[in-house]
């Protein structure tokens, strides 16, 4: 099962992160460093999350999930929001097929009604295609918000048992946009902030966090090795003290 809660019980946890969840922050900043547009940076960021799939594929992460644009990015310059959603699709035209054919299973979690009726369609067509994939598990998070996800996830709870007074979170975690991967192990946040931004809220309760000032258009695949060597040494206790764990 890969769902299970880290709450509900203790999760098995290995050296290399079955699940790596990234803030991709800094695009904008990086390009005005070279006085150039902030869409400059944006498409340099892209050419990171090809690397990165590529990287976490050969290290054996299992799903890698990005944050590509929140909930709350809508509030960018209107020539930023439509360069972006543009971006978004012609990146799905040209990669979903290089995608599937290394094994890649693409999601894209978030409110889709925002987006217009094409890439929408276009998002539906890639999840078909690449649903049987087993490689990794690559998941965008778009017009995403850690709490409309909860909040979508309580609505679909309701309606499912409309007279139930009280819910556990059994009856909820399903519903979440994520349910089909297991909590991330690995937190990265590129582009210096420390802060999470409205990601995955319900999903990083135990997740270790790694922050890094490096731009999203710099991280490479030695630095996503720095991420995973701090990650292997940390200690996982799940609320349990660290002589337990030298006890199992
Ligand atoms: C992250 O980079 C990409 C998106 C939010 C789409 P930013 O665009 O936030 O870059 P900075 O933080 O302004 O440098
Ligand atoms: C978070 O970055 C969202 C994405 C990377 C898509 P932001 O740049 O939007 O976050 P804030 O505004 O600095 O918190
Ligand atoms: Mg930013």
Same mark, same amino acid.
């Given at each position: 099962m890969t769902t299970v809660s880290s709450t509900l019980s203790v999760p098995q946890t290995g050296s290399v992160p079955r699940h790596i969840a990234i803030i991709m922050d800094g695009n904008g900043r990086w390009a005005t460093r070279r006085l150039l547009p902030r869409t400059a940076g944006h498409m340099k960021g892209l050419e990171t999350v090809r690397d990165t799939v590529k990287a976490c594929a050969e290290r054996g992460v299992a799903f890698l999930t990005v944050?590509?644009?929140?909930? +709350? /990015?809508? %509030?960018?310059p209107p020539e930023e929001v439509s360069f972006l959603m543009k971006l978004f699709r012609t990146t799905l035209e040209r990669e979903v097929s290089k995608l599937h054919a290394n094994g890649i299973r693409l999601k894209v979690v978030g409110?889709?009604?925002?987006?217009?009726a094409r890439l929408q369609e276009m998002i539906d067509a890639a999840e078909a295609l690449t649903a +049987? /994939?087993? %490689?990794l598990t690559l998941t965008i998070c778009a017009n995403y918000g850690g709490r409309w996800d909860i909040m979508q996830a309580f609505g679909k709870m309701r309606a499912q048992d409309?007279?139930?007074?009280t819910f556990t979170e059994e009856n909820l975690?399903?519903?979440?946009?994520?349910?089909y991967a297991p909590e991330p192990d690995l937190f990265i946040r590129t582009g210096g902030e420390m802060r999470?931004?409205?990601?995955?809220l319900w999903q990083l309760a135990y997740t270790e966090m790694y922050f890094t000032d490096t731009f999203w258009p710099d991280f490479d695949a030695t630095a996503l090795d720095a991420a995973i060597a701090s990650y292997r040494q940390r200690e996982r206790r799940f609320g349990r003290t660290s002589e337990q764990l030298i006890e199992k």
């Open positions: 944050f590509a644009f929140s909930s +709350e /990015n809508w %509030r960018r409110d889709r009604n925002r987006f217009d +049987e /994939n087993k %490689r409309p007279n139930a007074e975690t399903p519903h979440l946009s994520m349910a999470i931004s409205n990601f995955l």
